[in-house]
Nanobody, 126 residues
Framework: QLQASGGGLVQPGGSLRLSCAAS?????????IGWFRQAPEKEREGVAI????????NYADSAKGRFTISRDHAKNTVHLQMHSVNSEDTAIYYCAARKGRLNRSSQLEGRFYNYWGQGTQVTVSS
């Protein structure tokens, strides 16, 4: 139901836009959508979320000021725009969804999300 795309190889300092498309699931306002990532030998990390209904966003400290999450209602898609990437951003990125809102303290915890995409690899390297 969720399809993540847009990953690839990017140079340090570069930009990349990831997309999360939904089928059979409206991403408009009913679902909170999160982007998570997992690097080799590291735990999964919540990167950014956009909340259901109020569309508020929340970012991990590592993403603040560099990443932007947004909804494209016309395409039923959520994007993660990444700027100024560095080697620490290398990971498989997953999008996830859950119906309704979460308390801010829980928004970046993957265990609260019900639907997951298959992941897209982002590699930052020169």
């Amino acid at each position: 139901q969720l399809q993540a795309s847009g990953g690839g190889l990017v140079q340090p300092g570069g930009s990349l836009r990831l997309s999360c498309a939904a089928s059979g699931l409206s991403l408009l306002d009913d679902y909170s959508i999160g982007w998570f990532r997992q690097a080799p030998e590291k735990e999964r990390e919540g990167v950014a979320i956009i909340s259901a209904s109020d569309r508020r966003t929340n970012y991990a400290d590592s993403a603040k000021g560099r990443f932007t999450i947004s909804r494209d209602h016309a395409k039923n898609t959520v994007h993660l725009q990444m700027h100024s990437v560095n080697s620490e951003d290398t990971a498989i990125y997953y999008c996830a969804a859950r119906k309704g809102r979460l308390n801010r303290s829980s928004q970046l915890e993957g265990r609260f999300y019900n639907y997951w995409g298959q992941g897209t690899q982002v590699t930052v390297s020169s």
